[in-house]
């Protein structure tokens, strides 16, 4: 299995296990049969309200003695509602304890957006945090915190834009070691791949499918779709391969991690099984050409006429 280094050299399997929007009664048993197939790499949330189910699947796979927990890799996100500096340990701990685990291979946090203590969603101007209130810096400084406590290895980011996270890197003792961003044919995001290269920050892509399984809250009218997609449909069968593993080859080969997610057995062996697929200059540059700088995630959910956040804001675009 294709792997990135980190600084101090530990390495993270490229390709993982993504388990936002698996539902409660079914993550458990993905996960156990991610395991089963050869996946080491699981990437987790607590707003995505299964964490306990998943670190149910690994404590039966280690005392199994399918795998070591030294072989895995384990990435957890603290949410919204845990930026205040008092808050990020126990955030971390409470995942620690869903997880079966001691400690984590890396911790995100998972948007530049802030909530109030105790609030899971934001709705009301009162359950917004700006982050003025709540500078990024601070809650950094208590990941940090974490890292030197040992219950955590790496720290870095999700979402965060090339000025948020240049703006962290020049206030942290521990530099960001990974951004977590939606990143597809769509949306490649070239600039923000280009920093952090030159930063030696490495890149996880979520929604690398394009993630037409999320709610339908979530959705906008007409938006594309990646896997029908003509072009990716051609190098598909010109590899005989599926258009998702073409996908996720693609992502490979841009030397960045990506996450799918899968509680299908079939699906979940055939998306471990691009890593296999090799994708040439001529794949490469047909690809290059879909990108449209188009986010089906695109944060609209924070804003509104409650919020301090606007997409503007957010992106810094």
């Known amino acids: 299995m294709l792997s990135f280094s980190f600084r101090n050299g530990d390495r993270l399997p490229a390709l993982g296990l993504g388990t936002w929007k698996s539902s409660p009664g079914a993550v458990q048993a993905a996960v156990a049969e991610a395991l089963a197939a050869g996946y ?65 291979d ?30 990024i810096s601070e809650t950094w400084k208590a990941m940090e915190a974490c890292v030197a406590a040992g219950l955590v290895r790496h720290i870095g980011v999700c979402n965060f834009s090339v000025a948020k996270l240049d703006a962290l890197c020049g206030q942290a003792a521990i530099q960001p070691e990974m951004n977590q961003i939606e990143l597809h044919p769509y949306l490649q995001q070239r600039a923000t791949l280009d920093f952090c290269r030159e930063r030696g920050i490495l890149v996880t892509a979520f929604s690398p499918l394009g993630s037409g399984d999320r709610p339908a809250g979530m959705k906008k009218a007409n938006e594309p779709t990646l896997l029908d997609n003509p072009v990716i449909r051609q190098v598909a069968a010109r590899h005989k391969a599926t258009p998702a593993q073409v996908l996720l080859a693609w992502g490979l080969a841009r030397n960045t991690v990506v996450i799918p997610k899968s509680t299908n057995p079939q699906r979940l062996r055939q998306n471990l099984a691009a890593a296999e697929v090799r994708l040439d200059d001529r794949d490469m540059a047909a690809i290059a050409e879909l990108d449209r700088g188009y986010r089906f995630v695109d944060a609209a959910f924070f804003t509104g006429p409650e919020s301090p956040y606007t997409l503007a804001t957010i992106w810094d675009e």
């Open 106 to 135: 890396l911790y995100l946090i998972h948007w530049p957006v802030a909530f109030a203590p105790g609030v899971p969603y934001a709705r009301k101007r009162e359950e917004f945090v700006p982050l003025a209130d709540q500078p």
């Open 40 to 104: 080491r790499h699981i990437d987790c949330a607590p707003i995505y309200r299964n964490e306990p189910e998943v670190g149910r699947a690994i404590a039966a796979a280690i005392d199994a003695g399918a795998v070591a927990r030294a072989d895995l890799w384990l990435t957890s996100k603290l949410w919204n509602s845990a930026h205040a500096p008092d808050q990020v340990r126990p955030a971390l701990e409470q995942t620690l304890a869903d997880l079966r685990t001691d400690y984590l």
